[in-house]
């Protein structure tokens, strides 16, 4: 049988005769549902990045996650939502080890990097190399005091990248994955604190990029910024699927909602519950999910 | 007849929108430039399989009709296995709308559409079920007779038919375009839909009190007329969601 | 009427206008205890030029000093000064940045380093002569350096390091964490991020810092009494470059010295009045010094500032 398009062509004398009766035999084409009705998301499920093991984190005596099981999967944004203090930062921040640099912090579980099956958090582990692996952006853009070129340089610098024709070369992808070429390609030389505050936190973005990070850790990162350069940044994270794995941190539901794929709702420093976007935002099955997302606090 | 079908026969086709939000500032679809890809791709697909749903069942009218006209059976029992079909079609919208707004928020013309989306799948949903009535009709009749009251107003039934699936086509098309004009050529439409059916109840009436033997068949006839005028009426429907997509008001009442 | 909170507008005016009588009573009362400071300072200051112009002059500079008052001159003292600085500041830097990098960026928060911020910002309050009997038995005696300029400027050192430890923590620690965190973030060390990022921009405060302190050492005279400054010597220490292989030689360390606060109060101490214009030319020269040193501080300060905004 055609499909809808083949049906629905200008095909003027096939309608006409219709209209006529002067169809063939067989009578109009049926339009084929399949292919005008697919499903947007693929129906097969990708398979994890990462996934949390029983992880528990102390902040001196005070427990901040309790028993996280969450699979990260692979190319996929996966947001996590919750209110102030249930442990949402906390726990992105355990992915790249950033509690380290604080005093008296417990790791308990396992945060499991596939495929080599490495444990994040696992005393033997080195919070440096984890942090070469896993990149970050933060909720305000903070850029070093240097040059754009400088700034998207440093992380390949550390990398004992310094050959001027490969920096140049990684620079530019990085910007270019980031969408912020066009607007900075001319100014690569002036320091970065001259840019826009949406232009900024994109030259941060490019910066986690260019080292090529399994994992891209976003904390709320559009917090600070107007509409226009959230939404730029919104749709850059969607694209930056095919690249990444990504797992952001927002308070701001809609944008959750907008922008990934994956929603994991936190509570008290527990995993209260984790599905489809579209499944969390039209029937959450735990009351608690509804009564946050809904907004009946109370 | 055949003037009016040709004038709007184009057929009803996907208009071919420019795609990337990049272009869509300059082009004609004002549904279209978001920054976020995804809600320019969702809302159009949204669009899209309404306009597919439209000429699916606009082609149900016909060969409904026509399988009535020609006392086509197997004709009639296509029409009939497609009407799942319809259905389908507009769960599945009513359901990518809900999780359009969930998701992306719309607000404004966005919202319009989407909402306009919905119904429009519901009326079409409705004019599926019409014809299917229609189609059981066929289905039913016998071998034409001349004192059949199907022959009787053949050609007031062709008319309409040719007349609503007109009206159908230009609702969805405008649906399509978003187009204002269009949607009023529709509304203009449906006044002509309602003499032609006021005609062929008369002439009816007047070939029942000369002959009382079809009486079962007369009435069905007029419920097939009456589908049709009904299927106008959808149509009229689904230009009035267009208008309110487009203005932001319901033409003839207050704004919502 | 009742109690009410609430005031008419001429009641808020009337209560405003007293209110703003004392704001300026405060303003007038600052400025003049400043401008009478100032005033005091900007006095002596004239009273020094005033008593000592008949000394300025070319052959000021290049004298030794001498018993006759119209022949003496700084030559000494300030050559002398001049080393024992640049001793001072080369040990001082490098120790107190060291120290201050240390305790903002590698030291654990437990009580021992505790201990140690406390007796840092202490040490600035021990009186000077406390360090010259320090390096009166250290440095002279038991290290054997003698009574050079080397002992001077390690005494000196000592003296401003802890100037230099605290004015180096504070540009440390005025460099955002949020720097730091992106630093790290990009899985850089800890020295790494310190290398690139907190020093660079902590030079301008750590060198105001350091030049703080020197102006503070150009004028103390108790612990290089204490270690034996000679107040009458007319001869320089030898000449730290030279003509042949390795160009450069450090005898001069070992030599002994004068310094500007010695020669000023020797000459102040002699019966002899002429030697008072010596005394004011010297003491005059000596301030104009320190507040060159300070104006460079805060030209260093304002240069550095104003290349980073956060």
Redesign the interface.
């Known amino acids: 049988m055609n499909t809808t398009v083949d049906t629905m062509t200008a095909n003027k004398s096939r309608q006409a005769a219709t209209m006529q009766g002067e169809t063939s035999a067989q009578g109009p084409a049926t339009p084929s549902l399949s292919i005008a009705m697919e499903d947007r998301k693929a129906s097969r499920a990708n398979p994890a990045k990462a996934s949390s093991e029983k992880l528990n984190f102390w902040y001196g005596s005070n427990q901040a996650l309790k028993n996280i099981n969450l699979v990260i999967p692979e190319h996929q944004v996966t947001a996590l939502i919750g209110p102030s203090g249930c442990g949402k930062s906390t726990f992105l921040r355990c992915f790249n080890r950033m509690h380290d640099l604080q005093a008296d912090t417990k790791y308990e579980g396992a945060i499991m990097l596939r495929p080599d099956n490495v444990n994040l958090v696992g005393p033997e582990t080195d919070p440096i190399e984890v942090r070469m692996r896993i990149g970050m952006v933060f909720q305000k853009a903070n850029p070093f005091p240097k040059s754009v070129f400088e700034n998207v340089a440093y992380g390949l610098r550390l990398r004992g990248i310094n050959n001027k024709t490969e920096l140049a070369e990684r620079v530019e992808q990085a910007l270019r994955g980031a969408a912020i070429w066009d607007e900075v390609k001319d100014r690569l030389n002036d320091s970065a604190l001259a840019l826009s505050g949406g232009q900024m936190q994109r030259v941060c973005i490019s910066r986690a990029l260019a080292t090529e990070p399994e994992i891209l850790l976003f904390d709320e990162p559009t917090s600070a910024l107007d509409p226009i350069a959230t939404a730029k940044i919104e749709e850059l994270i969607t694209e930056l699927r095919a690249r990444v794995t990504v797992l952001i941190v927002t308070h701001n539901m809609q944008q959750a909602a907008r922008v990934s794929d994956f929603t994991a709702f936190m509570y008290l420093g527990e995993l209260v519950e984790v599905d489809a976007t579209s499944k969390i935002f039209t029937n959450p099955a735990k009351k608690a999910t509804e009564d946050y997302i809904t907004g009946r606090y109370g | 007849m055949?003037a009016d079908?040709?004038s709007t026969?184009?057929?009803?086709?996907?208009s071919k929108r420019a795609t990337g939000a990049a272009a869509s500032h300059g082009g004609s679809d004002p549904l279209e430039g978001?920054?976020?890809?995804?809600?320019d791709q969702?809302l159009t697909?949204l669009r899209t399989?309404a306009?597919?749903m439209g000429?699916?069942v606009i082609?149900q009218v016909?060969?409904a009709v026509?399988a009535l006209?020609?006392r086509d059976l197997?004709?009639a029992e296509?029409v009939l296995s497609?009407e799942p079909?319809v259905n389908?079609?507009e769960s599945?919208l009513d359901r990518d709308t809900?999780?359009f707004i969930?998701?992306?928020?719309p607000v404004a013309t966005d919202l319009r559409a989407t909402r306009a989306v919905a119904r429009v799948a519901l009326e079409l949903e409705r004019v599926g079920d019409e014809s299917k009535k229609i189609a059981r009709f066929a289905a039913k009749a016998g071998a034409a007779s001349e004192h059949d009251p199907v022959v009787a107003v053949a050609r007031y039934l062709r008319h309409m038919?040719?007349l609503s699936?007109t009206m159908l086509r230009s609702a969805v098309r405008a649906l399509d375009e978003a187009s204002p004009v269009l949607a009023h050529e529709v509304l203009a439409l449906d006044k002509e839909l309602d003499a032609e059916f006021a005609t062929a109840i008369r002439q009816l009436m007047s070939f029942v009190m000369e002959d009382h033997q079809f009486l079962r068949a007369t009435i069905d006839t007029i419920f097939a007329l009456k589908g049709l005028e009904r299927i106008g009426d959808h149509a009229k429907n689904i230009a009035e969601q267009v208008l309110y997509m487009v203005e932001g008001e319901r033409p003839g009442r207050k704004s919502a | 009427m009742a109690a009410t909170t609430h005031l008419t507008l001429e009641e808020i005016r009337k209560g405003l206008s007293w209110r703003k009588q004392i704001d300026k009573l405060f303003i007038a009362i600052g400025l003049a205890l400043l401008f009478g400071c100032l005033g005091i300072l900007a006095i002596l200051f004239f009273d020094l030029v005033r008593d000592g112009s008949s000394r300025f002059g070319w052959d000021f500079f290049t004298s030794f000093p001498s018993r006759k008052a119209e022949n003496a001159g700084i030559l000494s003292a300030a050559v002398g000064t001049m080393l024992i600085m640049l001793v001072t500041a080369l040990l001082a830097l490098p120790v107190g940045v060291a120290a201050a990098i240390y305790l903002e960026e590698y030291a654990p928060k437990n009580w021992f380093t505790g201990i140690i911020e406390i007796n840092v910002t202490n040490l600035a309050g021990v009186p000077s002569i406390i360090y010259g009997l320090l390096a009166l038995g250290l440095f002279v005696y038991q290290f054997n350096f003698g009574q050079s300029v080397l002992t001077a400027g390690l005494t000196l050192a000592l003296l401003i390091l802890p100037i230099v430890i605290v004015a180096t923590r504070e540009s440390l620690r005025s460099v955002p964490k949020a720097i730091r965190e992106a630093a790290y973030g990009l899985g850089a060390t800890r020295w790494e991020v310190t290398k690139d990022h907190v020093l660079p921009y902590s030079t301008g405060g750590i060198l105001t810092g350091l030049i703080l302190g020197l102006s503070r050492a150009i004028g103390e005279t108790a612990p290089i009494i204490t270690i034996g400054a000679l107040s009458f010597i007319a001869f320089l220490p030898p000449s730290p470059v030279t003509g042949e292989f390795p160009f450069l030689n450090f005898e001069w360390l070992r030599s002994e010295f004068t310094a500007m606060p010695i020669q000023m109060f020797n000459w102040v101490s002699r019966p002899d009045q002429a030697f008072q214009a010596n005394a004011a030319a010297a003491g005059a020269i000596l301030l104009g010094m320190t507040l060159a040193m300070n104006a460079v501080a805060i030209w260093i300060r304002y240069r550095f500032r104003k290349k980073i905004s956060w």
């Open positions: 055949e079908e040709q026969a184009a057929g009803v086709m996907p978001h920054t976020s890809k995804t809600m969702s697909e399989h306009v597919e000429g699916l082609d016909s060969s026509k006209l020609d197997r004709l296509l497609r079909l389908d079609y599945r809900l999780t969930a998701l992306q928020q038919a040719g699936t």
